[in-house]
């Protein structure tokens, strides 16, 4: 049981160049997400799903666009890269909420540099 | 959406006890008080969550003050594994999946 995963781990870009970044999970969950930290900050979410084939903006998506076409993938996709997207960006998954039950488990994250 | 407020960092030694506060003084009947922390280079895990009642789990205690404006993360004896920055996260059991992670507590562990 891997949980989840994230690749690649590392990667730098120059801006305007494109990129995807890759979410699996093998729990089976419902619900994913991608969140971005930067420096000293906390997390901020971009976009999340609550299922295969659905998608919804966070706090934070201008830039990204997302695609969940399988229920363990999420995909996350830069089309243009700029400097300020320069940020550690983690997915997490989660069961759906219901009441107190409630956990999201996180990837290791991908650090992602634009130069 | 309430808000919680934390220090900005604390430090203790190994194998004491700490005590990491939070306010949360704006908090509603059906927010559920949610601790996740960070250790460096990682993801953040979940540590406890709770509403009302104190709670305890393998890894820490969450102590909830009788008008639920403020709660404690208690790490009955801190290790150096415990350095790591906390968040307490206020969850409406309503909105369901969100989570607004603050820039939490960075705990610093001495040997």
């Known amino acids: 049981n891997a949980g989840v995963t994230q690749t690649p781990k590392f990667r730098v870009l120059k801006t305007g160049q494109s990129m995807t970044l890759l979410c699996a999970q093998d729990?089976?969950?419902?619900?994913m997400y991608w969140y971005r930290q930067d420096p000293g900050m906390g997390l901020r979410l971009i976009h999340y799903?609550?299922?295969?084939?659905?998608?919804a903006k966070g706090e934070v998506p201008d830039g990204y666009n997302v695609s969940r076409l399988k229920k363990q993938n999420f995909l996350l996709g830069l089309e243009s890269a700029a400097p300020s997207q320069t940020s550690v960006y983690f997915c997490?998954?989660?069961?759906?909420?219901?009441?107190?039950?409630?956990?999201?488990?996180f990837g290791p994250g991908t650090r992602l540099t634009v130069t | 959406d309430a808000k919680t407020t934390q220090p900005n960092s604390m430090e203790s030694n190994e194998e004491e006890p700490v005590h990491l506060p939070c306010n949360h003084s704006?908090?509603?009947?059906?927010?559920?008080i949610h601790w996740y922390r960070q250790l460096p280079s990682q993801g953040p895990e979940y540590v406890i969550h709770?509403?009302?009642s104190n709670v305890n789990n393998r890894m820490a205690s969450l102590a909830i003050a009788e008008d639920r404006k403020s709660s404690t993360l208690i790490l009955h004896r801190a290790t150096l594994r415990d350095a790591a920055v906390y968040y307490c996260?206020?969850?409406?059991?309503?909105?369901?999946?969100?989570?607004?992670f603050g820039k939490g507590t960075s705990l610093l562990v001495t040997p």
């Open positions: 729990m089976n969950h419902e619900y």
């Open positions: 704006t908090i509603s009947g059906t927010d559920y």
């Open positions: 709770g509403l009302t």
């Open positions: 799903s609550v299922g295969e084939g659905t998608t």
């Open positions: 997490a998954s989660s069961y759906l909420p219901q009441g107190s039950s409630y956990e999201q488990y």
């Open positions: 996260i206020l969850r409406d059991v309503n909105s369901g999946y969100a989570l607004n």
